[in-house]
């Protein structure tokens, strides 16, 4: 058989496996719009305090916080006596939709070529039917930003709900450019470069970025002043709201003497700019809040960053800029883990930062950094129905999420996890081979 041929049937076979996963995945019940009355829960409203009382949702929003509310014709009741309501969570730093499988290339849709390409939109190529999706929502996440990673400019984030036909449905409104500021020193424990060629490295990349800022900065210049007005370039458009102030510059950065070169780099410039990672900002929490930057931090579930730090620095890394003053928001940096951001917020909360602080910080924080405040991230009248109800404290893992709500939809409690579960709790024994 000739190789390309080869190729050819290797390259079917993986995506007909694909389809099979897919269908074997898919969720059999469907979520359901309409009115709903939960009465009798014990409400956190974030912004709000805690209340006792009834919620309800109506053309999928929060239509009424109170005691004793009269069910509108047709609501559908719940029963959430002895229950918990809380705001749907958001982790604003994944690539959920982005990755069906990490280790299979063909399925990984976030890093494409080049190294300055902001014009790249992650939510083109967000998977509305990724299987990890319906796993993540069930945990009580109802919203991500989901985030292309790679060269100097990978791409821009957007925020999604995860529920929705088309990424578009899902689209909340809010994006984010992302610069990965250059890193000194070893990217890791196999880098094997010469302190020489590292450093010649880091400064190419530094010129390589202030030189691309500088032509974005001019051609902004330009367009605004009227000149410009017909000429198309995709880098340096994509910039625009950047410099317009409707869209933040998320930078990634994590070692300490990177963030202060990042805190130095942004200096005088007059754009929202959000700090993400921020692994040792513990290190310099007073000089990142005195530059006023928010920060999105995570995983908080991962090993420090030096071997000879202390075991729990990334857990109590949070509460330590929050300390110092920093508006901090959690997030799990996951492409299929992302349930996992309550666990993260949880360690976070045992390590210094508090439940109700680290409740903050999956819920109106992530909002407020996202501009996305006035309809997530707490539960409030007018406000979108994102939403869920747990039987206690959803940082615990042995408690459950009984109902999820998007958008105010009812979201069927179903997933991959879910159908496996069931299957092997229901095996038969096995085929017996004959001797």
Same mark, same amino acid.
């Given at each position: 058989m000739k190789p390309i041929f080869s190729k050819i049937i290797l390259i079917a076979l993986f995506f007909a496996s694909l389809i099979n996963y897919s269908a074997m995945g898919q969720i059999i019940q469907a979520p359901v719009y309409g009115t709903f009355l939960i009465q009798g829960g014990t409400l956190y409203t974030i912004t709000q305090g805690v209340i006792e009382g009834d919620l309800l949702i109506e053309d999928g929003r929060i239509a009424a916080i109170g005691s004793n509310l009269e069910p509108p014709e047709g609501a559908t009741i719940i029963d959430a006596i002895n229950k918990r309501i809380y705001p749907g969570f958001i982790d604003a730093g994944t690539q959920l939709g982005l990755s069906e499988i990490s280790s299979v290339p063909l399925t990984r849709d976030f890093n494409e070529?080049?190294?300055?390409?902001?014009?790249?939109?992650?939510?083109?190529?967000?998977?509305?039917?990724?299987?990890?999706?319906?796993?993540?929502?069930?945990?009580?996440?109802?919203?991500?930003?989901?985030?292309?990673?790679?060269?100097?400019?990978?791409?821009?984030?957007?925020?999604?709900?995860?529920?929705?036909?088309?990424?578009?449905? =899902?689209?909340?409104?809010?994006?984010?450019?992302?610069?990965?500021?250059?890193?000194?020193?070893?990217?890791?424990?196999?880098?094997?470069?010469?302190?020489?060629?590292?450093?010649?490295?880091?400064?190419?990349?530094?010129?390589?970025?202030?030189?691309?800022?500088?032509?974005? #900065?001019?051609?902004?210049?330009?367009?605004?002043?009227?000149?410009?007005?017909?000429?198309?370039?995709?880098?340096?458009?994509? =910039?625009?709201?950047?410099?317009?102030?409707?869209?933040?510059?998320?930078?990634?950065?994590?070692?300490?003497? #990177?963030?202060?070169?990042?805190?130095?780099?942004?200096?005088?410039?007059?754009?929202?700019?959000?700090?993400?990672?921020?692994?040792?900002?513990?290190?310099?929490?007073?000089?990142?809040?005195?530059?006023?930057?928010?920060?999105?931090?995570?995983?908080?579930?991962?090993?420090?960053?030096?071997?000879?730090?202390?075991?729990?620095?990334?857990?109590?890394?949070?509460?330590?800029?929050?300390?110092?003053?920093?508006?901090?928001?959690?997030?799990?940096?996951? =492409?299929?883990?992302?349930?996992?951001?309550?666990?993260?917020?949880?360690?976070?909360a045992a390590y210094g930062l508090g439940k109700e602080e680290a409740l903050k910080s999956i819920t109106i924080v992530p909002a407020q950094i996202l501009g996305i405040d006035d309809r997530l991230g707490s539960l409030e009248i007018g406000k979108t129905a994102n939403l869920f109800i747990s039987n206690g404290d959803p940082f615990e893992p042995r408690v459950q999420i009984e109902q999820v709500f998007i958008s105010g939809w009812k979201i069927p409690m179903e997933n991959r996890h879910t159908q496996l579960y069931e299957q092997f709790l229901e095996r038969s024994p096995g085929i017996q081979l004959n001797e």
């Open positions: 070529r080049g190294s300055l390409i902001p014009y790249v939109q992650a939510l083109t190529a967000i998977n509305p039917n990724s299987i990890p999706i319906a796993v993540t929502r069930v945990s009580g996440v109802t919203t991500v930003l989901s985030s292309p990673s790679g060269g100097l400019f990978p791409g821009t984030a957007a925020a999604i709900n995860l529920i929705g036909y088309t990424p578009y449905q =899902m689209y909340d409104g809010a994006k984010g450019v992302v610069l990965n500021f250059p890193r000194s020193g070893k990217t890791g424990r196999w880098d094997r470069r010469s302190m020489e060629k590292r450093d010649e490295e880091y400064r190419e990349n530094i010129k390589k970025l202030n030189d691309f800022w500088d032509e974005a #900065d001019r051609y902004y210049q330009l367009k605004t002043s009227g000149h410009l007005k017909d000429q198309k370039n995709p880098p340096l458009d994509a =910039m625009l709201p950047v410099f317009e102030n409707t869209v933040p510059l998320l930078i990634e950065v994590n070692r300490a003497p #990177d963030i202060l070169e990042v805190l130095k780099w942004a200096e005088g410039k007059e754009i929202r700019i959000v700090l993400t990672g921020v692994a040792e900002g513990w290190r310099v929490a007073n000089e990142i809040a005195e530059s006023g930057h928010p920060v999105i931090t995570g995983p908080v579930l991962q090993t420090p960053s030096r071997a000879y730090d202390r075991y729990d620095r990334p857990y109590a890394n949070a509460s330590k800029m929050k300390e110092a003053g920093v508006k901090v928001a959690i997030r799990t940096n996951e =492409m299929e883990n992302v349930r996992n951001l309550p666990f993260n917020a949880g360690y976070a």
